[in-house]
C-alpha cells in the first residue's frame, strides 16, 4: 500500500505507452534537419503546448530540463551578477532552495530566510520589512512537501511587483494537486517536475514569463533557446506533457477523491487513537497530504513497522548518511524535537482507496502503535 505520493508517484499507464511508442518509433534528434528529426521536433513542440496550457501559459515560456531541482536552480543562479543580488525566501522552501541560496553566498549573492508560523505560512509583514533596495528576487515555493501549507503567493507577487521583483515559485508538489494559473499568479518563475503528477522522473519544465532573463546552467548545442543545452530526452518529454494533461483534465474528480480518502483516515485515526497531532494547516492545503506526529513513537521505527507490512509512508525528517535528523519544516513550525522525531507522512493518490484505508488502521492499531 503506497502512500507516499509526495515523494514520488507511479507512472499513469498511458503515460508508460506512451513512453514505449515514441522510445521505439521517434527516434530522432528533433536538432536533426531530415524527416525523422522533424517528427521529434513536432512532437517535443506539441509537448511543449501541453504542457503549457496546463498552467495557462504559451509553449515559448515553457523550457524542458531534468526537474524541479535544475529548475529551481537556474532560477537562483541566473540572479548571480545582478546588481539587484539579494534573495528573500523561507525557512520550509525546499534544499533545492535552501542550499543553493547557501552555495551561491560565494557568488556574491546575499539571502534572507522569513519565518513561518505555526499553521505553516509566511508572514507577508516580515516579508515586506525584509525587502531591500537591491532585492532582485523572492523565492517562495507554492505549496509545501512536508506539511502541504498553500502560500499566498498572489499576496506575494502583489507585493514584489511594486517593488519591481521578480517572483519564483517551487510548485513542484501542486500539479494534479491544485490548479495552476500562472497568468492569474502572476509569478515570473514556475517549477515543475513529471514524476510528482503520474510522469516519469528526470524530467520537468521551468516555466519563464520572460526566458530571456534566465542565464543558462547547461551549455553546449543551444537547445531550448539555448537555455538548456543537450538533446531533448523527447520520450519523457512527451510522456511529462501527456501527464500533465491528464492531470489537468481529471484534477477536480481527482481531488475529491483524494480528499474524501483523507477525510476517512483522519476520522478513523482520531476515533482510534488519542494524542496524535495533525501538523500544519489543515483547511489552506494540499489535499491529501497530511503530516501526523506519533508522540511516543520514533519515525524511523514506525517506518520499519510499516514496512514489514508492505505499507510505503514517508517520515517528516531527513535522512542523510544513515542519520536521522529533525525536520527542517517542522522545526520551523515549532515542534520540539522529540515530537519532530515522532512525525510521519501520508500522501495518498489516485489509485488509493477506502479499503486500504481500513487495512491501514487496522495495522496502525494491532501491530504498529501498542
Ligand atoms: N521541490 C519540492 C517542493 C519537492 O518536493 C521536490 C522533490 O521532492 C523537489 C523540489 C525536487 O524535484 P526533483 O525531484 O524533480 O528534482
Request: a positive charge; proline letters at 4%; one cysteine or more.
Amino acid at each position: 500500500m503506497y502512500f507516499d505520493h509526495s515523494a514520488t508517484t507511479p507512472v499513469h499507464s498511458d503515460v508508460q505507452d506512451l513512453i514505449n511508442i515514441i522510445q521505439k518509433e521517434v527516434y530522432g534528434n528533433p536538432s536533426s534537419t531530415y524527416s525523422i528529426g522533424k517528427d521529434a521536433l513536432l512532437l517535443l513542440e506539441k509537448s511543449r503546448e501541453q504542457v503549457a496550457k496546463s498552467i495557462n501559459t504559451v509553449p515559448a515560456k515553457i523550457i524542458f530540463n531534468s526537474g524541479g531541482t535544475e529548475a529551481n536552480n537556474q532560477v537562483l543562479w541566473s540572479m548571480i551578477g545582478s546588481n539587484k543580488n539579494h534573495v528573500i525566501s523561507n525557512e520550509i522552501e525546499h534544499p533545492a532552495v535552501t542550499k543553493v541560496l547557501q552555495r551561491l553566498k560565494k557568488f556574491g549573492l546575499e539571502h534572507c530566510l522569513i519565518k513561518v508560523n505555526k499553521n505553516g505560512f509566511i508572514n507577508i509583514d516580515e516579508l515586506k520589512s525584509k525587502i531591500k533596495k537591491n532585492t532582485g528576487l523572492i523565492s517562495i515555493m507554492l505549496a509545501n512537501n512536508e506539511i502541504g501549507t498553500i502560500q499566498p503567493l498572489e499576496q506575494v507577487v502583489k507585493i514584489a511587483k511594486k517593488h519591481d521583483i521578480l517572483v519564483h515559485t517551487d510548485a513542484v508538489q501542486c500539479l494534479g494537486k491544485m490548479s495552476i494559473d500562472v497568468q492569474k499568479l502572476g509569478v515570473d518563475f514556475l517549477s515543475l517536475s513529471a514524476h510528482k503528477f503520474y510522469g516519469p522522473k528526470g524530467v520537468g519544465a521551468l516555466y519563464a514569463k520572460n526566458p530571456k532573463i534566465l542565464k543558462p546552467l547547461i551549455i553546449g548545442g543551444n537547445q531550448e533557446g539555448s537555455l538548456r543545452s543537450g538533446t531533448e530526452n523527447i520520450p519523457y518529454i512527451a510522456a511529462m506533457c501527456l501527464a500533465s494533461e491528464i492531470a489537468t483534465k481529471s484534477l477536480k474528480k481527482n481531488i475529491l477523491h483524494i480528499k474524501s480518502i483523507e477525510k476517512q483516515f483522519k476520522q478513523k485515526l482520531q476515533s482510534n487513537f488519542r494524542n496524535i497531532i495533525f501538523n500544519g494547516s489543515q483547511s489552506q492545503k494540499l489535499p491529501g497530504l497530511i503530516s501526523i506526529s506519533f508522540p511516543g513513537f520514533s519515525s524511523n521505527i514506525l517506518i520499519i513497522k510499516l514496512d514489514r507490512e508492505k505499507i510505503y509512508v514517508s517520515n517528516g525528517s531527513a535522512c542523510g548518511s544513515g542519520m536521522v535528523k529533525p525536520s527542517h519544516v517542522l522545526k520551523a513550525i515549532g515542534l520540539d524535537e522529540p515530537t519532530n522525531l515522532s512525525t510521519l507522512r501520508f500522501s495518498f493518490g489516485i489509485s488509493n482507496n477506502f479499503k486500504e484505508i481500513e487495512t491501514l488502521i487496522h495495522i496502525l492499531k494491532n501491530k504498529i502503535l501498542k
